[in-house]
Every structure is written in structure tokens, then in C-alpha cells.
């Protein structure tokens, strides 16, 4: 579901115009638990800070979870806005001030504790020099705070009144010698992760698994002590006969005569002494179990997936829905940690630099394969038959954005630019469609004097005469007097909307790279290819005739007064001289671009397959009648079959 941007405008009933809306204060209160001497130090914290870094040093699991989460949420990154000035400070920022690196531990120390903070000097900028502008860029200084010495001050309300670093021990503070550091609200970026409402301090996932933690260490160590015990080879041994009774003194001399047993000592006992090894079956493996079982949990409670943590015994269905419930996690993380840096560090970056920007913030770029993937599928899209015009324009403009061809995605037209041209040329279609009907209809009685029905023409070749049904006749005029629509030889049919077709062909014609053209090197050039300034010259008469359904001829006459046509020559032999090369390409290029919006067309209407039609006459060559009545599946084969061909194709309705 797409987002709806706010737009900065509240709508107030009338009664209400008058109030300030934004400026009006939260009403609840709360009540911050406050450090009992100093008090001016701040609210108290949820729990030591102090613990959970010693988790972190003496425990290696607790460590790489914490390292695992804090890589993936900064992970690789970008900060846009669209100035393109205001996009190379931050740039230049980033790069200059080990960003990334800061970021890292500021998100650690979140995740570890539940509170990082990061110092911002404004007042002892760095300086930087812009790349866009060559000027010099003020951009804060800054460093990771440790956050057991820091605290938060706010009043009833819930609002930051200032931070305070004290570096000491509480217990042993004395007003004489304060070690108190404050900083303004604006001097410092608070992250917080697992907030609980109305709390100043955030909790973060390590500290609530900390009994998690202490039972699994207790339980390994338990499993130690047995494997160790089973090591030592400890023994029980009884002294004496069922029945009979030791004085003490036999009991403890034995005892002392056996105390230096050890892997070396050979015993010989009468019949009187029974030893036998301590055993404990599978007790060690029950430790094992329960520590592994508490291992499970404290991975619940950090958020992080076994089979991230190297699991090996997980199917791959769980592994896989482990893996998009980590993604999630990780993305709530992101978007807390982005909205702290917009507000703290960006935004005053951009402000103290005379900009007033947006930023936003991609995380997660990309690699070469998803990258390559991307612009396969925006090719697809650009060069579809079926895509929007809106589309098309919002393809184009991510594919520049990819290739990072520079200035480009400023000539683009937008979406929006790109439909509302559309819907400007099915108007202009629709007007030229009413006035060429009404001018077909008040000469229509003339044009029938003139027409002779073919195919049945004396001397047409034999299988000219053979049409099917299905298909249509033609009417000999001069080609060069015909009108595009009587020249691509179009077929009326059931469900065909010829100014939905038109608006199609004018699509295609914009976007083809007219390849069979189009010089792609000077060898080309010279043979008689035409270059892109003609290319596009073409494009424009080419539009310019299908729009207004001119002659043949009227469009051989536009191209000769627009471009200069070199001879064609092929291996330094002439092929076709300049002059003679109008007609024949007005004549291809015409059929071929309507026939690939035809194509467009039944594709849209699920059309499956197609007959050939070819135009029937005496000059009809010999490969368009064999072809004529053919049926082909859709897109399988497009007309046209040579130079100068007319034929087309009708779709076949099932």
C-alpha cells in the first residue's frame, strides 16, 4: 500500500481556525525516577549499563550477536535529496568523517544497552571542501559517548532539557570535586531501541536475557564438572564384609593408604575391599541439552535467528522464515536509527549550509547481480509493446539513476509529463480520425469510380486469385497517393479501436531505435547508414504522418526536405543511390512500425495467434503469397516480409 505524504496542511473545523494546532503541548505527564545525589545528573538508568558491557567483553556469544545486528542495520547505505549541491555535502560528509564506522558502535552500544549517544560539535565544525562547488562545507564533528556515564534530564512533560556525563563512580561522588558534563538537547543524538513508553532510556535486548545467560553458563558448567570428575576416574571403595563392622581406624587407614591413587598406581585388594568406579550415565549430556535449550532462548530474546548463529540442524523452511523475520527486525532498526540522523545530524548539516532539504535514506544497496537484475527487468519494461507511456518514463528515469549517466535523468520526462502527453496525442488522434472520416465520407462516391476489386484482376498470379475468407481485398490506386491507413493495409475487425492503435504507433515510433537504420560506427556512416540527428529527423515526419493519416507521398516529401539521404553502398559498390532511398523507406518503415502496434494490441487483448494478410495484386511477390492465410502465433512472425512491403496480420478470435 503506497504512503501518502504529508503535506504540511492541517485542515481545521471552523470553530477552530483561530488555535494553534501545531503549537499546542502534550498533556500527560511523567515521572522520571531521578538519580538521588546528584540529582541534577538525570533520570536514573533501567538497569547497570555497566553488566551488560561486561557481558559483551567476557562472553562470546553475547558479543557476536550484538556485532551480527549492529553490521546488518548499518549494513551499505545511502542519504539523497535531490539538490544535487546539497547531495555531494552529505557525500563528502559521509566519506570524510568515517560515518559508517561511528555509526556502527553508536548502534552497538543501542542495541547492547539500549542507549547510544553521539556527541555533535556545531561549535568546532569540521571543515570540508564540497566536490559539486569547490567551497568550503561545515559539517558537525562527532564521536560515540559511552553510555554508562550518560544521562537524560527532562521536565513533567517529557521534554529534553539537557544530557549529563558523569565519569566516576556514583557511590564515592562529593560536590567538591564534580565530574559533571552537560550538553544542550542539540549537542547530542540519542538512539534508543526497546523503549517502553514515557521512558527516557531505552532497554535494549541483552539485558533481559541476562538470567538466560547466567542459567546457561551454570549449566556448562555443570557439564564440565562431570566430564571432569569422569576424567578423574573417582572411585568408591568398601572395606570389610557384608555384616561385619569396621572400627573407624581400618576405615580411615585404608582411606590414607588409597588417597595417592592415580592413573599409574596398580592396586592388589584381599577379598575384604570392593572398588568400583563412580559413574554418572548421560549426566553430561542432560547439561549439555538444558544449555543448549537456554542457548535457544537467549536467542529469542536478542531478535537473532539460529541459523545466522551457524546452526546446522534447521530445515530450510524454518531457516528461510527465520531469515525474513530477522529482515524485519532489522528494517524496525533501521528506521528508528534513520529518524534519529535526519533529525540530529543531517538535517542541521544541510540547514547550517543554507539548504532546506529532505533527506532520505536507502539502506540495504544492492549488489552487482541485483543490480544487473534490475536493469534487465527496466529494459523489459522500457521496450514492452504493452507498457504505459507513465510506466515507460519512470523506467527510464530509474534505469539513469542506476547507470548513473549524468544529466540525464533531468531531460527525462516524468510520469506524469509522459501520460499527460499520451492523453494529449489520443485527443489530437481523435480529432484527426473525425475530420478524415468526414472527408472519407464526402468523397467516397468519387474514390469508387476508380476501384477495381481485386484480387480478380486479369493476369494477377494464380494464387492471388485464391483469398480467404477471413481476409481482404485491396483497391490498385498509386501507392504513393495512398493514405497511411490504406497503405499499412489495416483489417476492421471485432474489438479493433483504430485510435487506440494509432496512440500505440506513436508510442512505438518515439521509442524504436529504427537498428536496420541506424550507423553505429563511421563504417556505417559511410556505407550510407544514417546517423542519430537523422534518425530522429525520421522519427519526426514518421509521427508527424501517422498522426495526420498523410500520403506516401506527402511523407517521401517531408523526409527529402528534412534530410540530406547518402547513396547506399555496400563493400565501396553502389547499392541505391540518396535520392531513390525516400520512398522505399517511407514505405517499410511505415508498415513496420504499425505492425508492431498491432501486435501491442492483440498482446493486450490476449490474442493468441494471427493470420498473415498479404495485399493482393498482380504485384504481389511470390514470398507474401505464400505466406498469405498463414497462421502464426502472436509476435512469432511481424510483417514486414521485405522492402516495401504491405502486408499485415488479423488476429484470429477463438
Known sequence: ???????????????????????????????????????????????????????????????GVTNKVADSVVSDFEIRVKNPNAQAIIDDFVETSGFD????????????KGNGFMELDMKKPLKLKNKETN??????????????????????????????????????????KKKLQEFKPDEIAHLTFNLLPNDPYGIGFIYSTEKILTNMCKAEEGAHIVVERKAGAPYHIKIGQPGEQLSPDVVDQAKKDLQYLNNKTEWVTDGNADIKMLDSPNLGEHHIKLAEHDYRQFLGGTQVPEVLMGSGQLNEGIAKEQGAGYKRFIHSLQLITQEVIKGKIIKPLLI???????????????????????????????????????LRAGAEIELARILEIEGLEDILITPQEAQAQAEKDKEEMRTAMNDANKENEESSEAKKEKEVPQPEVPGAKPNANQSFKEGH???????????????????E????????????????????????????????????????????????????????????????????????????????????????????????????????????????????????????????????????GKIF????????????CRCSTVAIIE
Open 101 to 112: 564506522t561511528k555509526l556502527r558502535s553508536w548502534v552497538r552500544e543501542a542495541y547492547l
Open 1 to 63: 500500500m503506497t504512503k501518502k505524504k504529508f503535506n504540511g496542511t492541517f485542515i481545521l473545523p471552523k470553530e477552530t481556525k483561530e488555535t494553534s494546532f501545531l503549537a499546542e503541548k502534550f498533556k500527560g505527564i511523567i515521572d522520571d525516577k531521578e538519580v538521588r545525589f546528584p540529582k541534577e545528573l538525570g533520570a536514573q538508568h533501567p538497569f547497570e549499563f555497566e553488566d551488560a558491557e561486561l557481558l559483551y567483553t567476557k562472553d562470546g556469544r553475547v558479543s
Open 473 to 491: 481485398q485491396i483497391f490498385e490506386k498509386n501507392p504513393t497517393d495512398m493514405t497511411l491507413k490504406e497503405w499499412v493495409n489495416l483489417k
Open 352 to 390: 547550517a549550509n543554507g539548504f532546506d532539504e529532505i533527506p532520505e535514506f536507502v539502506w540495504e544497496l544492492p549488489g552487482e547481480d541485483e543490480i544487473n537484475a534490475r536493469i534487465e527487468k527496466l529494459n523489459s519494461i522500457i521496450n514492452g509493446m504493452s507498457t504505459s507511456p507513465a
Open 135 to 176: 567551497k568550503d562545507v561545515y559539517a558537525p564533528n562527532m564521536r560515540v559517548l559511552n553510555a554508562n556515564e550518560m544521562y537524560v534530564k527532562r521536565n513533567d512533560k517529557g521534554d529534553v532539557q539537557k544530557y549529563t556525563q558523569y565519569k566516576g563512580d556514583l557511590q564515592a561522588f562529593k560536590p567538591t
Open 633 to 644: 502465433n502472436i509476435g512469432e512472425t511481424i510483417p514486414p516480409a521485405h522492402v516495401s
Open 493 to 628: 475487425q471485432m474489438g479493433f479501436n483504430y485510435l487506440d492503435y494509432m496512440v500505440s504507433t506513436l508510442s512505438i515510433t518515439d521509442k524504436d531505435k529504427f537498428i536496420n537504420l541506424l550507423a553505429k560506427n563511421n563504417l556505417d556512416l559511410a556505407e550510407g547508414l544514417l546517423g542519430e540527428k537523422d534518425i530522429n529527423k525520421l522519427r519526426v515526419v514518421l509521427k508527424d504522418g501517422f498522426k495526420n493519416n498523410r500520403t506516401i507521398g506527402e511523407i517521401e516529401n517531408e523526409l527529402r526536405n528534412n534530410i540530406n539521404m547518402p547513396d547506399r553502398l555496400k563493400d565501396g559498390k553502389l547499392i541505391k543511390s540518396g535520392a531513390a532511398r525516400y520512398n522505399p523507406i517511407v514505405r517499410t518503415e511505415t508498415v513496420r512500425l504499425s505492425n508492431l502496434a498491432l501486435t501491442k494490441l492483440y498482446k493486450e487483448k490476449n490474442v493468441s495467434k494471427v493470420r498473415w494478410l498479404a495485399a493482393l495484386s498482380d504485384r504481389t511477390c511470390a514470398q507474401c503469397e505464400a505466406l498469405n
